[in-house]
Structure formats: C-alpha cells, structure tokens
C-alpha cells in the first residue's frame, strides 16, 4: 500500500513545516495483512502500536527507577528519551514505521486531551483558600523564590546581551527560559510531597503554602507573557482586546459555568453514583472551557483547570468527578503525554559553540537562584535550617506543568530542539537528585519525638489524665466513649480528651489538620462527622466539671495519617492514644475486615507515637451480656500480665478503672514454673515490684489470682477458662521473648496486637480487647520501666 501518504516542506506561521497528505479512508484497517495491507499505513492500528510500545515502556523504566528513589513521570519522560530520535527512534525505518509525522499527530492530540482533563482534576483538587491561610513566611518565601531566579536569569541576559551577539531565535527564547525557571507549581509539589508521604507533615504544609504562592506569580506571568506574544505578532490593540476577552471568559467559569456543577452535584444523593446525564453535562463544560481557552489564543488546559479551581474540592464533587476520570487519565493518557514529550529530546543535536553552554548556564543560574531564594527567606523566617535546605530542593523540583509549557514553547517556536532539549534534561537531573535528598534528610516523626516518656505509670497526685482517641467511622465511637467512661474521670483526676476524627484525603491535594470550630465549612459535605461530635458532646455533659473535649479533625493520606495523629499527641501531652482496630465484628460473630490501610495506620503510630497507645478491637455493637459497651451497671474487666514494660502500663491502666464502682477487675498474673530470685533493676524485679505494690492497694472488688504456666499451650489453656463473663480483657502488647509465648509465633497474624493480643482478638471470643503498648523508645529518651517517670 505505497502511495498512502506523502509529505513535504511548507511555509508555516513561525518557519518552514513539513505537510502531511493521506488518504481519508486510512482510520481503520479493513483487509488484514495476509491480504497484502501493512497496518501500520493506517491509523488506528498505528495508535494501538504506539499506545503499546509507550505503556509497556513506561512501566519497565519505572520499575527500574523507583529504588532510586524516582517518581512516575521522570520514568515517563525517560522512556519517552529512549522511544525517540536520542536512541530507538535515531534508526530510522523505525521512527518511518510507527511514528510517522501522520501518526504521531493523532497520539499528541490523544495526550493533549489526557494533559487538558489531568489539569481539570489538579483544579479540582486545589483549594485557593490556601492563600488565605499562607502566614507571612509562606508569602516572603513563595514571592523570594520567584523574585530572586527571575531577577539573576534577567540581569544575566541583559550582561550577555551587550557582552557578545546573540542569535534571534536566542534573545527570543532566553527571557523565557527565565520565566519558566522562575516557576514552582503547586500541582508538582503537591504530588511530590504526596509520594514521599509528607504532604501533612510541618514542612509539607509549609511547602504546599509557599508553592501556592509562587504558582500564583507563575501563572500570571505565564499568561501575560503568552498573551503579549499573541499581541506582539498582531497589533497593540489586540493585547487589549485579548486581555478584556480572557478576563470575561475567567469571569463566566466562575459565576456561570460553576453555579451550575454544584447545582448538578447537589442532585446527586450522597453515597450514590452520579447521574450519566448530570455527566455527560459536565463534560461538555470541560470541553466548552478547552475551546474557548484555545479561541482566545490560550492553552486548551487553561480552561479546564480555572474550571476545576472554581470549583469545591473535596467531597461530593472532588470525590465523584475523580472516581470517574483519573483511572484512564493518570493510567492511560498521561503516560503518553509525557512520553510524546520526551521523545522531542534529542541529545546528539546539541550543538558545539557557546550556543548549547550559555542556554545551560541561564538554566543553572535559575536553579540556583531558586534555591537561594527560598533558602534565605526560610531561615531568615525561623524554619529549622535543615527543613529550610529541604524546602529550598523541593521548590526546586519540576514536573508536569513546566513540561507542558516546555513543549508548547517549542511547538510554538519559541523554544529551540537544543533549548527544549537542554531545559528538559537539566530538569529531570535536578528532580531527580533532589527528590531522594529530601526523602532521605526530611523525617516528620522526628518533631514527634519526645525527650521525656509520656506515660500511664507514676502519675503525678491528682493529675490530669489526657487520652487522645481517633475515630475512624460511627462504628467506634460507642465502644471508645465506653472505654472513657471506664477510665474513671473525677474532679480530683479529670480526663482530658482530644477526640480526632479521621478521615482518608479523596478529591483533593491539600491535607487539613485543624479543630472543629474552624472546620465547620469544610466537612458540610461529611454527615457522620456531626453524630461524633454530638456524641462525644453529650459524654462532656454528663461528666461535667470530670472530663473536657476537644475535637480535631484530620484529612490526610492514610500512608501519612499518623503524622497527624502523633503531632496532636505531642502538642496535647496525651498520657495514651486509642485507636480503633481495624477489623469489626460482623453478624454471627465473624470478623470482617475493614480496611487494610486502617491497620497500616495503626502499625505506624505503635512505631511513631510519642507517648503510650492502646489498640482498642471492639465487639460490642454485636450485642449480648458480654458486651463492654452494653450499659449494665457492672463492668467485668480481666488483666492478663505476664510481664515486661507493656503489661505493667497495662496493669496501671487497669488500676485506675478499678477505683470505679462500676468496675469490677480480674487480674491473672502467670507465673513461671521453677520461679527464682531476681536481682535489681531487671524486667522481672519490676514487674514483680509492681505487682506487690498493686496487691497492697487492692480493694475487695479486685480479683487477684496466679497461675503457673509452662508454655504457649498452658497460656491457651488459661486464656480459654475465662472465655464467659467478662465484657473487656486489657493485656500489653509485647511478649515475644516470653516463655509464656513459646508455639504461639506460628499464629501470629496481627503484629500490631501482639501474641496475646491476636490470640484474643481471634473469632472464638466474644469481649472487646484492648492491647496496650508504653511509648517506643525515641530520641533522647530512655526507658521509664528502668528510670522512673517523667
């Protein structure tokens, strides 16, 4: 089939073009190739190929890369390095056969619409109340990282323009580069603090503020630069009429095109599927917007994303609108667009001279100055000087807008190959070095570290007892508000209570961490949220002048979400944190899984917390005697110790409820056979110091018994004669180095609960358990068992 297409050089708008000619009916291939048709003369076999090729690509670099510590897109565009003329495409039947310049203008228009729809849904996850949050340092900051690269990249234009002659293409192009340099997208941080797993950390808040106000400068100076080209090829009056244009389109996103998406959203119920109609509406005005972006000579993505950003992140819209799109943009078109734009670098075209030195040497000087100009405002501010160098690279980073703009200047001809190859590879050096650096040097549970123990143990006379409790869904609350009401709150030794409502960050790019005064707005779209707070409100006013409650709420990634919970329990000097377990009971008394990320959450507080934790599993809403959190007037409490620091704050947890009423408490202390005597400042005198200690203040409702046990089996044993009668059973955490454990590590499922723990929390028994850790060793802090309390 020669003869399909031809091609030529033409005369285009900004220089010579090569013009492409093929047949209409060349879109699907008809016959097959045992009829004589190769199908790579038509297009869709041409894009299945391409589409191919690019994705297995992509996800091979990827593989490769991330131990290195590299993100999805610098795999991208690597992969996009390789497809193109630099390597596989510098054969080239190859770059003939399946990226003809036919071809390949389908797959861009293909990637261009995945970029427009990518920018709709980074709109839509962006909340502009940011600004008004950013304190005076996010500002000095974000407004110093800008000023500082433009400025340098200016000055030094303007010191080489009267040095030497510069080429045309050159002195047009390098006031660009400096523009661009002087870029930090919001979008891009975001997502990168999102895969280190620091976007609520201090210095992700942080950098997240600051990148916002730079974007906002980006931004503008993108589109006056944009607009003034258009005007410059034209006349004065059309950068007038352009700019009065733009601001009227701006302006009927936000009070036409968004009253009716939220009308639309509203006429979805909460929790149900929107309808196909009320989406295919939606759509048109994402395609409307792209339209009239491109009419008025902007980018098509500009549309899509004023749209996005005018529009409420978060639930329902930012959650149901990103269910819909992001699978095949992020899975499937984005990949090919940033593959499409890595494949236009070609590294052997370079050139020789002083051309291809002073456009790397403008791009370095704006990298430098980047980082500067957000290092020294950082300290000058206060920041830590380490979390300032880690501020300073991570503004440094680039990612997909500085692409996007890197390639319509190049198609536009106002960036080189040579240049656009240079910015494009200088980039992905920079990214990549920085990226690991920050994941590296930046620990956001080192701030969480306390340099002395917070503690159940030895508290001081008539102290405050503060328990911070996290609260997943409804489901918890009964049984933790239960469990505060056991933990015996007087006016003598109140209970402070920080209840955090925690939530998975879905529809949105900025994690929140804020109390329940200033949250009101932001959780309307959130039903449950408001039944917890009355819940905990009622407890509150039951036990007046006992107990106090805060409330926080917490929206974050769940792969990050113990960074808010350690950081209330550091500033609030919990004693404990309560967690709920992430399995419940289902009908018939089975367990049923909740949600694996529950328990990733969980793992990472017991190694994180700064003070003790307790994983409460709950079964009281399957009902019956033993529930704990049935309201009867006597609660049946047993307390298993067999020794070490977690059983002994277990035994002093256990201690406080018993000088409740309400409380009736068993405790079975398990004794080795062949006891000996032990010397001082061992695990084993203090336990049994302890213990003494408990059994002289033991009051009549106490039960105390000892059992001799040998091994796990004896342990099993004793576990299963108290299966009846009690509604909670209390144990700590640890004993994997006790005899009292020996044949149990095979059914070891649940680390986070420990030996006994799981054992307990297995689907034989019927009570609530909560298993109890004292706080994991950290930075300057040594053991409480050993050296007394803080």
Known sequence: MEGLRTMGPVAGPFSEEKLVCQFTGNMIHSKGIFLGDDPFN??????????????????????????????????????????????????????????PPGGKLVLETLANVGFMLHLFLVGLQMDPRILKKAGKTAV???????????????????????????????????????????????VVVSS????????????????????????????????????VGIAARDSDWMLLWSLIWLLIFLISIVFVFRPIIIWISKQTPEGERMDEVLFFIIIVMIMGCAFCAEVLGQHAALGPLVLGMALPD?????????????????????????????????????????????????????????????????????????????????????????????????????????????????????????????????????????????SIMYPKHDSEFRILVCIH?????????????????????????????????????????????????????????????????????????????????????????????????????????IVP????????????????????????????????????????HIGGHRSFVAGHSLYHIALLFLGGADDREALSYSRRMAEDPKIRLTVVCFRPWGEQAYTEETEEYLDKKLMNEFKADAVDKIVYSEVIVKDGEGTTQVIRSMEEGFDLFIVGRHHDKSPFTLGLTEWHECTELGLIGDMLAGSDFLFSVLVVQQQPFGLGVQDLSLNGAS
């Open 42 to 99: 038509f297009s869709l076999p041409m894009l299945l190929a391409q589409g191919i090729l690019i994705l297995l690509l992509t996800r091979t670099t990827y593989y490769f890369l991330k131990p290195l510590g590299q993100g999805m897109i610098s795999a991208q565009i690597i992969a996009g390095i390789i497809m193109g003329p630099s390597i596989l495409g510098h054969d080239g039947a190859y770059a003939e056969k399946l990226f």
């Open 140 to 186: 000095l900051i974000g407004i110093g990282g800008f000023i500082l690269p433009y400025g340098l990249g200016e000055l030094a234009f303007i010191i080489i323009h009267h040095v030497m002659t510069l080429d045309r293409k050159l002195s047009v192009s390098i006031p660009f580069m400096v523009a661009l340099n002087s870029m930090t997208s919001f």
């Open 192 to 227: 990168l603090l999102t895969d280190l797993n620091i976007l609520n950390s201090e210095l992700g808040r942080l950098a997240t503020q600051t990148s916002m106000v730079s974007d906002l400068c980006s931004w503008f100076m993108a589109t006056m630069m944009n607009t």
């Open 314 to 454: 978060g639930p329902p819209i930012g959650t149901i609108l990103l269910q819909k799109f992001d699978t095949m943009v992020t899975g499937l078109l984005l990949p090919i667009f940033f593959a499409l734009s890595g494949s236009k670098t070609k590294l052997f075209s370079l050139g020789k001279g002083m051309f291809p030195f002073m456009v790397e040497f403008i791009i370095i000087l704006g990298y430098i100055g980047k980082f500067t100009g957000t290092l020294i405002p950082a300290i000058f501010s206060g920041v830590p000087r380490w979390d300032s160098l880690c501020l300073a690279m991570i503004m440094c980073c680039k990612g997909i807008i500085e692409v996007a703009t890197y390639s319509m200047w190049k198609d536009r001809k106002i960036l080189s190959y040579q240049s656009y190859s240079l910015l494009l590879i200088t980039m992905l050096i920079v990214t990549g070095v920085c990226r690991p650096i920050v994941g590296y040097l930046y620990d956001p549970a080192s701030s969480h570290m306390s340099y002395s123990r917070k």
């Open 473 to 577: 869904n409804e489901h918890n609350v009964s049984t933790i508000i239960n469990l505060l009401e056991a933990s015996h709150a007087t006016k003598s030794s109140p209970i402070s209570i920080v209840a955090l409502c925690l939530m998975e960050l879905t529809g949105s790019s900025s994690s929140v961490l804020e109390s329940y005064d200033s949250k009101k707005k932001l959780t309307s779209g959130v039903t449950h949220l408001g039944h917890i707070i009355n819940a905990f409100n009622y407890y509150e006013q039951h036990n007046h002048g006992r107990v106090t409650v805060q409330h926080f709420t917490a929206i974050a990634p769940y792969s990050s979400m113990h960074t808010d919970i350690c950081a209330i329990a550091l500033e609030m000097r919990a004693n404990i944190v």
């Open 581 to 620: 377990f992430h399995k419940q009971m289902a009908f018939g008394g089975t367990e049923e899984a909740t949600a694996t990320s529950i328990k990733t959450v969980n793992l990472n507080v017991i190694d994180k917390a700064p003070c003790s934790v307790g994983i409460l599993v709950d079964r009281g």
